[in-house]
Protein backbone atom coordinates (compact mmCIF):
# COMPACT_ATOMS: atom_id res chain seq x y z
CA UNK A 1 0.00 0.00 0.00
CA UNK A 2 1.32 3.70 -0.69
CA UNK A 3 2.04 6.02 1.97
CA UNK A 4 2.58 9.31 1.92
CA UNK A 5 5.52 10.18 4.35
CA UNK A 6 6.58 13.67 5.06
CA UNK A 7 9.47 15.80 6.76
CA UNK A 8 10.07 19.17 7.84
CA UNK A 9 13.36 21.20 8.18
CA UNK A 10 12.61 24.18 11.02
CA UNK A 11 15.28 27.19 10.92
CA UNK A 12 15.82 27.07 13.89
CA UNK A 13 17.20 30.26 14.34
CA UNK A 14 14.59 32.01 12.89
CA UNK A 15 11.74 30.29 14.55
CA UNK A 16 10.39 32.28 17.60
CA UNK A 17 8.74 29.63 19.32
CA UNK A 18 5.53 30.52 19.15
CA UNK A 19 3.98 27.23 19.11
CA UNK A 20 1.14 28.53 16.49
CA UNK A 21 2.14 25.12 14.53
CA UNK A 22 1.79 23.02 17.27
CA UNK A 23 -2.28 22.61 17.47
CA UNK A 24 -2.10 23.12 13.70
CA UNK A 25 -0.44 19.55 13.28
CA UNK A 26 -2.83 16.43 13.27
CA UNK A 27 -0.64 13.92 13.64
CA UNK A 28 1.04 15.73 16.91
CA UNK A 29 4.09 15.55 15.30
CA UNK A 30 5.84 19.04 15.95
CA UNK A 31 6.09 20.22 19.55
CA UNK A 32 8.86 22.69 20.62
CA UNK A 33 12.11 21.92 21.89
CA UNK A 34 13.06 22.09 25.21
CA UNK A 35 16.54 23.31 24.33
CA UNK A 36 16.71 26.77 23.13
CA UNK A 37 18.14 28.36 20.09
CA UNK A 38 20.82 31.78 20.05
CA UNK A 39 17.57 34.44 20.89
CA UNK A 40 16.41 32.08 23.95
CA UNK A 41 13.26 30.71 22.19
CA UNK A 42 12.15 27.41 22.48
CA UNK A 43 12.29 26.15 18.72
CA UNK A 44 9.78 24.03 16.58
CA UNK A 45 10.78 20.45 15.71
CA UNK A 46 9.75 16.53 15.14
CA UNK A 47 8.96 15.15 18.55
CA UNK A 48 7.58 12.46 16.53
CA UNK A 49 8.52 11.81 12.65
CA UNK A 50 7.63 8.74 11.97
CA UNK A 51 3.80 10.17 11.72
CA UNK A 52 4.33 13.16 9.93
CA UNK A 53 2.54 13.16 6.45
CA UNK A 54 4.23 16.39 4.84
CA UNK A 55 0.29 18.06 5.64
CA UNK A 56 2.15 21.24 5.40
CA UNK A 57 -0.13 22.74 7.96
CA UNK A 58 2.20 23.74 10.58
CA UNK A 59 4.19 25.64 7.92
CA UNK A 60 0.52 27.58 6.34
CA UNK A 61 0.46 28.82 9.83
CA UNK A 62 3.87 29.87 10.82
CA UNK A 63 4.36 33.63 10.95
CA UNK A 64 7.57 33.52 10.22
CA UNK A 65 7.47 30.79 7.59
CA UNK A 66 10.88 29.05 9.29
CA UNK A 67 9.19 25.47 8.03
CA UNK A 68 10.17 23.82 5.06
CA UNK A 69 7.86 20.66 4.02
CA UNK A 70 9.23 17.72 2.06
CA UNK A 71 6.81 15.00 1.17
CA UNK A 72 6.90 11.50 -0.75
CA UNK A 73 5.20 8.33 -1.19
CA UNK A 74 6.36 5.30 -0.05
CA UNK A 75 5.20 1.53 -1.48
CA UNK A 76 5.17 -0.81 1.47
CA UNK B 1 8.85 -4.76 3.94
CA UNK B 2 10.87 -1.96 2.69
CA UNK B 3 13.59 -0.21 4.09
CA UNK B 4 13.45 2.06 7.06
CA UNK B 5 12.52 5.45 5.62
CA UNK B 6 14.57 8.13 7.30
CA UNK B 7 14.05 11.73 7.08
CA UNK B 8 17.34 12.10 5.40
CA UNK B 9 15.47 10.08 2.54
CA UNK B 10 12.78 12.50 2.51
CA UNK B 11 14.53 15.82 2.64
CA UNK B 12 15.23 15.79 -1.51
CA UNK B 13 14.44 18.84 -3.44
CA UNK B 14 12.29 16.34 -5.41
CA UNK B 15 9.68 15.85 -2.08
CA UNK B 16 9.41 19.70 -1.43
CA UNK B 17 6.23 20.61 -1.04
CA UNK B 18 6.39 24.46 0.98
CA UNK B 19 9.41 26.57 1.36
CA UNK B 20 9.55 30.09 2.29
CA UNK B 21 9.12 32.21 -0.83
CA UNK B 22 12.26 33.71 -2.50
CA UNK B 23 10.37 37.00 -2.14
CA UNK B 24 10.98 37.66 1.13
CA UNK B 25 13.91 39.70 1.85
CA UNK B 26 16.28 36.94 3.64
CA UNK B 27 16.31 39.10 7.79
CA UNK B 28 14.28 38.25 10.56
CA UNK B 29 10.44 39.55 10.39
CA UNK B 30 10.79 42.33 13.80
CA UNK B 31 7.07 40.79 14.72
CA UNK B 32 6.36 39.62 17.75
CA UNK B 33 6.32 35.38 17.68
CA UNK B 34 2.78 34.69 17.01
CA UNK B 35 1.90 37.39 15.40
CA UNK B 36 -0.54 37.56 11.89
CA UNK B 37 1.55 39.69 10.04
CA UNK B 38 4.24 37.73 8.62
CA UNK B 39 1.47 34.73 7.50
CA UNK B 40 -0.26 38.00 5.77
CA UNK B 41 2.90 39.03 4.23
CA UNK B 42 3.94 35.72 2.94
CA UNK B 43 0.53 35.03 1.60
CA UNK B 44 0.57 38.67 0.07
CA UNK B 45 4.20 37.82 -1.53
CA UNK B 46 3.39 34.29 -2.57
CA UNK B 47 0.14 35.67 -4.76
CA UNK B 48 2.64 37.91 -6.72
CA UNK B 49 5.12 35.35 -6.90
CA UNK B 50 2.15 32.86 -8.26
CA UNK B 51 0.92 35.76 -10.57
CA UNK B 52 4.54 36.19 -11.65
CA UNK B 53 4.32 40.01 -10.93
CA UNK B 54 7.04 40.97 -9.15
CA UNK B 55 8.61 43.44 -11.13
CA UNK B 56 4.94 45.05 -12.18
CA UNK B 57 3.93 45.20 -8.15
CA UNK B 58 4.32 48.48 -6.42
CA UNK B 59 3.21 48.54 -2.50
CA UNK B 60 2.76 50.85 -0.22
CA UNK B 61 3.63 50.19 3.51
CA UNK B 62 1.77 52.09 6.53
CA UNK B 63 2.64 52.85 9.68
CA UNK B 64 2.44 50.85 12.78
CA UNK B 65 4.11 47.36 13.44
CA UNK B 66 4.10 46.93 9.39
CA UNK B 67 5.70 50.08 8.69
CA UNK B 68 8.67 48.03 7.83
CA UNK B 69 7.05 45.83 5.61
CA UNK B 70 9.42 47.40 2.48
CA UNK B 71 12.35 45.73 4.45
CA UNK B 72 11.15 42.43 4.06
CA UNK B 73 8.93 42.26 0.83
CA UNK B 74 11.67 41.86 -2.21
CA UNK B 75 9.22 44.18 -4.37
CA UNK B 76 9.00 47.98 -5.07
CA UNK B 77 7.58 49.77 -2.16
CA UNK B 78 6.48 53.12 -1.11
CA UNK B 79 6.13 54.35 3.00
CA UNK B 80 3.23 56.44 3.11
CA UNK B 81 2.34 58.89 6.30
CA UNK B 82 0.40 57.53 8.71
CA UNK B 83 -3.26 56.75 7.20
CA UNK B 84 -2.32 57.98 3.65
CA UNK B 85 -1.40 54.95 2.12
CA UNK B 86 -5.08 54.60 0.16
CA UNK B 87 -4.25 58.25 -1.40
CA UNK B 88 -0.06 57.57 -2.21
CA UNK B 89 -1.61 54.09 -3.40
CA UNK B 90 -4.20 56.27 -5.95
CA UNK B 91 -1.62 58.48 -7.17
CA UNK B 92 0.89 55.05 -8.28
CA UNK B 93 -1.93 54.09 -9.69
CA UNK B 94 -3.15 56.88 -11.75
CA UNK B 95 0.63 57.74 -12.67
CA UNK B 96 1.53 53.98 -13.45
CA UNK B 97 -1.83 52.01 -14.16
CA UNK B 98 -0.26 48.56 -15.56
CA UNK B 99 1.40 48.08 -12.26
CA UNK B 100 -0.40 46.06 -9.86
CA UNK B 101 -0.44 48.42 -6.54
CA UNK B 102 -1.90 47.16 -3.23
CA UNK B 103 -1.58 48.98 0.77
CA UNK B 104 -0.82 47.14 3.92
CA UNK B 105 -2.46 49.09 6.87
CA UNK B 106 -3.47 47.78 10.18
CA UNK B 107 -6.38 49.11 12.23
CA UNK B 108 -4.78 51.54 13.73
CA UNK B 109 -3.75 53.25 10.28
CA UNK B 110 -6.87 52.43 7.83
CA UNK B 111 -9.74 52.70 10.73
CA UNK B 112 -8.69 55.46 12.60
CA UNK B 113 -6.27 58.18 10.92
CA UNK B 114 -6.82 57.19 7.57
CA UNK B 115 -10.31 57.12 7.69
CA UNK B 116 -10.99 59.83 5.43
CA UNK B 117 -8.28 58.29 2.84
CA UNK B 118 -9.61 54.96 3.11
CA UNK B 119 -13.57 55.98 2.87
CA UNK B 120 -12.88 58.25 -0.25
CA UNK B 121 -10.27 56.25 -2.09
CA UNK B 122 -12.95 53.41 -1.50
CA UNK B 123 -15.37 55.81 -3.01
CA UNK B 124 -13.93 56.83 -6.14
CA UNK B 125 -13.59 53.31 -6.92
CA UNK B 126 -9.22 53.67 -7.78
CA UNK B 127 -8.48 50.20 -8.98
CA UNK B 128 -5.81 49.27 -6.18
CA UNK B 129 -5.82 46.30 -3.63
CA UNK B 130 -6.07 47.12 0.06
CA UNK B 131 -4.74 44.53 2.71
CA UNK B 132 -6.20 45.46 6.00
CA UNK B 133 -4.60 44.04 9.12
CA UNK B 134 -7.74 44.04 11.89
CA UNK B 135 -6.40 43.03 15.49
CA UNK B 136 -8.46 45.56 17.56
CA UNK B 137 -5.45 47.40 19.39
CA UNK B 138 -2.61 49.65 18.67
CA UNK B 139 0.34 47.00 18.48
CA UNK B 140 3.47 49.16 17.74
CA UNK B 141 2.90 52.01 20.66
CA UNK B 142 1.80 49.67 23.36
CA UNK B 143 -1.80 48.15 23.24
CA UNK B 144 -3.84 51.75 23.22
CA UNK B 145 -7.46 51.46 22.42
CA UNK B 146 -7.95 51.42 18.74
CA UNK B 147 -11.46 52.24 17.14
CA UNK B 148 -11.73 48.39 16.33
CA UNK B 149 -10.98 47.88 19.98
CA UNK B 150 -14.00 45.57 21.20
CA UNK B 151 -17.18 46.29 23.61
CA UNK B 152 -15.62 45.55 27.36
CA UNK B 153 -12.11 44.74 26.09
CA UNK B 154 -9.40 46.02 27.70
CA UNK B 155 -6.61 48.11 26.65
CA UNK B 156 -3.50 50.15 28.01
CA UNK B 157 -5.77 53.28 27.69
CA UNK B 158 -9.14 51.09 28.41
CA UNK B 159 -7.45 49.70 31.44
CA UNK B 160 -11.12 48.40 32.66
CA UNK B 161 -12.64 47.20 29.42
CA UNK B 162 -13.65 49.60 26.60
CA UNK B 163 -16.97 51.72 28.00
CA UNK B 164 -19.05 52.16 25.19
CA UNK B 165 -20.92 54.79 26.80
CA UNK B 166 -17.48 56.88 26.78
CA UNK B 167 -15.39 55.38 24.32
CA UNK B 168 -17.96 55.15 21.44
CA UNK B 169 -18.71 52.11 19.66
CA UNK B 170 -16.20 50.21 17.79
CA UNK B 171 -15.91 51.05 13.82
CA UNK B 172 -17.00 48.19 11.81
CA UNK B 173 -14.71 49.81 8.69
CA UNK B 174 -15.12 46.96 5.83
CA UNK B 175 -18.94 46.67 6.21
CA UNK B 176 -18.91 50.29 5.86
CA UNK B 177 -16.36 50.22 2.72
CA UNK B 178 -18.43 47.52 1.09
CA UNK B 179 -21.62 49.72 1.13
CA UNK B 180 -19.41 52.16 -1.24
CA UNK B 181 -20.18 51.90 -4.80
CA UNK B 182 -16.56 52.32 -5.76
CA UNK B 183 -15.77 48.72 -3.70
CA UNK B 184 -15.76 45.37 -6.20
CA UNK B 185 -14.55 42.81 -3.64
CA UNK B 186 -14.88 43.19 -0.45
CA UNK B 187 -14.23 40.22 2.32
CA UNK B 188 -12.72 39.42 5.87
CA UNK B 189 -10.44 36.94 6.24
CA UNK B 190 -8.42 35.34 9.12
CA UNK B 191 -4.89 33.55 9.46
CA UNK B 192 -5.29 31.55 12.90
CA UNK B 193 -5.44 28.02 11.13
CA UNK B 194 -4.55 25.75 7.97
CA UNK B 195 -7.72 26.18 6.38
CA UNK B 196 -8.45 30.31 7.15
CA UNK B 197 -4.77 30.96 5.91
CA UNK B 198 -5.90 28.74 2.48
CA UNK B 199 -9.14 30.77 2.47
CA UNK B 200 -7.38 34.04 3.04
CA UNK B 201 -4.89 33.68 0.48
CA UNK B 202 -7.64 32.46 -2.50
CA UNK B 203 -9.17 36.21 -0.67
CA UNK B 204 -5.71 38.05 -1.48
CA UNK B 205 -5.16 36.11 -4.93
CA UNK B 206 -8.71 37.28 -6.09
CA UNK B 207 -8.05 41.01 -4.92
CA UNK B 208 -4.91 40.94 -7.08
CA UNK B 209 -6.42 39.33 -9.91
CA UNK B 210 -9.16 41.99 -9.61
CA UNK B 211 -6.81 44.38 -10.42
CA UNK B 212 -6.78 43.61 -14.40
CA UNK B 213 -10.79 43.79 -14.61
CA UNK B 214 -10.22 47.82 -13.47
CA UNK B 215 -13.84 47.91 -11.47
CA UNK B 216 -12.70 49.44 -8.27
CA UNK B 217 -11.17 48.64 -5.27
CA UNK B 218 -10.90 44.92 -3.52
CA UNK B 219 -10.30 45.18 0.21
CA UNK B 220 -9.33 42.08 2.39
CA UNK B 221 -9.48 42.67 6.16
CA UNK B 222 -7.49 39.77 7.88
CA UNK B 223 -8.71 39.62 11.37
CA UNK B 224 -5.83 38.98 13.53
CA UNK B 225 -4.35 38.84 16.71
CA UNK B 226 -1.68 40.78 18.77
CA UNK B 227 -0.53 38.53 21.48
CA UNK B 228 1.49 41.28 23.22
CA UNK B 229 -1.15 43.54 22.92
CA UNK B 230 -3.19 41.57 24.54
CA UNK B 231 -1.18 40.05 27.16
CA UNK B 232 -1.73 36.74 26.09
CA UNK B 233 0.45 33.37 24.72
CA UNK B 234 0.13 33.42 20.96
CA UNK B 235 -1.82 30.31 21.02
CA UNK B 236 -4.10 31.49 23.71
CA UNK B 237 -4.44 35.23 21.94
CA UNK B 238 -5.98 32.84 18.92
CA UNK B 239 -8.37 30.92 20.78
CA UNK B 240 -9.01 34.48 22.04
CA UNK B 241 -9.57 35.91 19.00
CA UNK B 242 -12.52 32.97 18.11
CA UNK B 243 -14.00 33.63 20.96
CA UNK B 244 -14.51 37.33 21.38
CA UNK B 245 -13.20 38.98 17.79
CA UNK B 246 -15.07 36.26 15.53
CA UNK B 247 -18.79 36.99 16.44
CA UNK B 248 -18.35 40.51 16.45
CA UNK B 249 -16.26 40.44 13.12
CA UNK B 250 -17.50 37.58 10.96
CA UNK B 251 -15.27 36.20 8.73
CA UNK B 252 -16.73 35.79 5.06
CA UNK B 253 -17.05 37.55 2.02
CA UNK B 254 -19.28 40.71 2.07
CA UNK B 255 -19.22 41.71 -0.93
CA UNK B 256 -18.52 39.32 -4.13
CA UNK B 257 -19.32 40.94 -8.03
CA UNK B 258 -21.64 38.98 -9.28
CA UNK B 259 -20.15 37.95 -12.34
CA UNK B 260 -17.30 35.99 -9.74
CA UNK B 261 -20.40 34.17 -7.35
New interface residues.
Given amino acids: MAKVKGSIVVNIERCKGCGVCVPSCPQSVIALHEDVNAKGYHYAYMANPEECTGCANCAMVCPDAVITVYRMKVNE | ??EK?T?N????EE???????PL?IDK??S?????????AH?LVLETIEEMGIQSETIGVAPVGCSVLAYEFMDIDMQQAAHGRAPALATAIKRLHPEKFVFTYQGDGDLAAIGTAETIHACNRGENITIIFINNGIYGMTGGQMAPTTLPGMKSSTSPYGRDIKTMGNPLKITELVAQLPGTYYVTRQA????GA??KAKKAIRMAFENQKLNKGVSFVEIVSNC?SGWKM???QA?EWMVENMFPFFPLGDIKVPAEQK
Fill in positions: MAITDIVKNLVFRKTFPLYCPGCGHGVRVHTPVRNEPVN
